[in-house]
């Protein structure tokens, strides 16, 4: 799952704002996560950190910088009113 919405591949200026506008959007929401949260989805999905890399930034072990992530989606699932990613379905 890519949190930050990739460019469509349009040349279509329309598409391309509408992409944007939703990439906001994302942002928004990972901002209403709790920071530490927030902080790990962005250094996994933007920065491309490694698990371990995210765990020493945290203070954690790479396991639990992978639970935090986990934590992370389902909550924004959550929000947007999905099924959770990981765990059980409703």
Not at 2 to 14: A, R, Y
Not at 21 to 42: C, N
Not at 50 to 58: A, D, L, P, Y
Request: some cysteine; hydrophobic content about 40%; proline content about 6%.
């Amino acid at each position: 799952m890519t949190l930050v919405l990739s460019c469509t591949g349009s040349d279509d200026p329309e598409a391309f704002a509408i992409d944007e506008e939703a990439r906001e959007e994302m942002h928004d929401w990972i901002d209403a996560l709790y920071r530490r949260e927030a902080m790990v989805i962005r250094w996994r999905y933007d920065d491309d950190l490694t698990w371990r890399e995210i765990g020493v930034k945290i203070g954690a072990s790479p396991q639990r910088a992978r639970q935090i992530l986990i934590a992370a989606e389902n909550r924004l699932c959550r929000y947007l009113g999905q099924p959770p990613l990981h765990g059980k379905k409703p």
